[in-house]
């Protein structure tokens, strides 16, 4: 398995002045780049060649904008016998996105198809690599109100909140996982990933209230991958609720989510 940055990685650093946000600016204000980052905010590694089909661009162009991206360190790349694959340089680069995201206006609906997929991406998807969207915000409800994390209760004020924004990774509350927590988890066969911090949390963009990140978060993704409760989809971060899944939320955290159509690619 490929390693994984810590939470702390930071955006390339050069010493001088003020920073230069309109360098960052002007790399996000192409299409094409934008489609890739996006590609690969769910955490995955993607060769060159698919990130040119999810950008709509030539295979030069899509050189071009991978090897902009890179020179800018919100890309890292990884070699793999002849084959380069792509993924993002760290979590900070995922918290950008996130928060373009927040502030950017929507896209235009025009078909039945965009609105199957605007939804989907709010009921479950990926946040680099934890679980985000109705799906993820109900999922650290559950383990609050059972007992097995303390520190907070899920819920995002922005008037009270001094370090967290609207989008992105959580400082002000300190959650923690319970006695009966560390049971539970070690009981539903979750492997905790070393060398990183247990427990983070990020301000969900779309349901404005906290989801589950670090390592915890990045487990139970595995977790529900590895049992089928749900399918990552090819074109989107959104992820699809099978039905083991559904049966399996209700039965273990009491989740109940409606509307898990296939999202569409």
Not at 3 to 11: C, D, G, I
Not at 61 to 69: F, I, N, Q, Y
Not at 154 to 163: E, K, L, N, Q
Request: aromatic share 4%.
């Amino acid at each position: 398995m490929r390693q994984q940055p810590t939470e702390s990685a930071p955006l390339q650093a050069v010493a001088g002045g003020d920073t230069d946000i309109a360098a960052i600016g002007a790399l996000v204000a192409d299409p094409g780049r934008c489609r890739i980052l996006l590609a690969l905010d769910d955490g995955r590694a993607l060769p060159a060649t698919r990130l040119a089909a999810e950008a709509g661009v030539s295979a030069a162009t899509a050189s071009s904008h991978l090897g902009k991206l890179t020179n800018a360190g919100l890309l890292a790349v990884e070699a793999h016998g002849r084959h380069r694959y792509y993924r993002l340089a760290g979590p900070a680069v995922a918290q950008l996105i996130e928060a373009l995201q927040q502030l950017a206006p929507a896209v235009p609906i025009r078909s039945l198809r965009q609105g199957t997929r605007a939804q989907a991406l709010r009921r479950a998807r990926t946040c680099y690599d934890h679980l985000a969207g109705r799906l993820g915000v109900e999922l650290m409800s559950a383990m609050i109100e059972r007992g097995h994390l303390t520190g907070g209760d899920g819920a995002f004020d922005p008037s009270r909140a001094h370090r967290d924004h609207r989008t992105g990774y959580g400082h002000d509350v300190g959650y923690a996982l319970t006695e009966s927590g560390n049971d539970f988890l070690t009981d539903f066969g979750l492997r905790i990933p070393a060398r990183r911090r247990l427990i983070g949390y990020c301000v969900d963009w779309s349901e404005q209230r906290h989801h589950l990140a670090g390592a915890l978060g990045r487990s139970l993704l595995d977790r529900f991958t590895e049992a089928d409760w749900i399918r990552r989809t090819e074109a989107t971060r959104a992820v699809h609720i099978t039905d083991t899944g559904r049966q399996g939320l209700h039965d273990t955290f009491g989740i109940r989510l409606e509307g898990h159509a296939e999202p569409a690619l």
